[in-house]
């Protein structure tokens, strides 16, 4: 018996979703960055990031959409999971995986509306009680932070790791800890109960992102095996 073409476009959309949230589930490293050199990537993406966000803040859109294309060819060729900050209308002509949403940029209706149940949207929180709030939106995962002070958020004051123990009680969705992590204080963090880091300048200013990214998540894995015994 014949599937109406409908059903099987909502079918497909519902299967590449239901395929997008078990990768999610399993990630453990996500490298956020700005306008990048596709190898350094890709160089990350081999040393185990599993998901990449473009965050470019004050370029136009075409300038924007231009440089998402690119990466996510970059990360699709690695199975990675490829992200767009603020704008889902870009990450749907980029055909990116998902948005990310800070707390003033659109809602995360607007957000699903845009861009269907079969792409992830994820939310920044930055205290208890916006991970309660994330808690009743529909959005499929959030970041947590600033853990520590960074300038990649000038002006936004450090929660601690105080709050990646709250996620971690609290968090109905899989959680980042995000703000300062690196390879020595990620097992801190870790500790703390997040399973799941981003990172920015760990990677992007990193002299070999690969190995960078290797030693990250084998410090989140150290972790798991200590939490096991």
């Keep these: 018996m014949s599937v109406p073409p409908e059903h099987a476009t909502a079918g497909s959309a519902a299967g590449a979703g239901a395929a997008r949230r078990a990768r999610l589930a399993a990630a453990r ?10 190898a350094r990537v890709d160089a990350a993406l081999r040393g ?14 075409a300038a924007i959409l231009a440089v998402a294309v690119e990466l996510a060819g970059v990360c699709a060729a690695r199975g990675a999971l490829f992200i767009v900050n603020d704008r889902p209308d870009l990450a749907a002509a980029a055909g990116a995986d998902g948005v990310h949403l800070g707390q003033e940029d659109v809602p995360v209706a607007t957000a699903r509306v845009l861009l269907g149940r079969d792409r992830l949207v994820g939310r920044s929180t930055h205290s208890p009680e916006q991970i309660e709030a994330a808690n009743e939106l529909d959005v499929d995962y959030i970041g947590v932070g600033p853990v520590h002070a960074t300038p990649t958020k000038p002006g936004r004051g450090a929660v601690g790791l105080e709050l990646v123990r709250y996620a971690a009680a609290h968090a ?58």
Excluded: W
């Design 29 to 38: 490293l996500y490298l956020v960055c700005d306008r990048i050199e596709p």
């Design 48 to 61: 185990g990031v599993d998901l990449v966000q473009l965050r470019m803040k004050s370029e136009s859109d």
């Design 172 to 229: 109905r969705m899989p959680f980042f800890a995000i703000g300062g992590i690196e390879t020595g204080n990620v097992g801190a963090v870790a500790a703390a109960g997040a399973r799941r880091v981003a990172v920015v300048r760990a990677l992007t200013q990193a002299a070999e992102p690969e190995l960078a990214a290797r030693r990250l998540r084998a410090a989140l894995e150290h972790e798991d095996r200590r939490d096991a015994a």
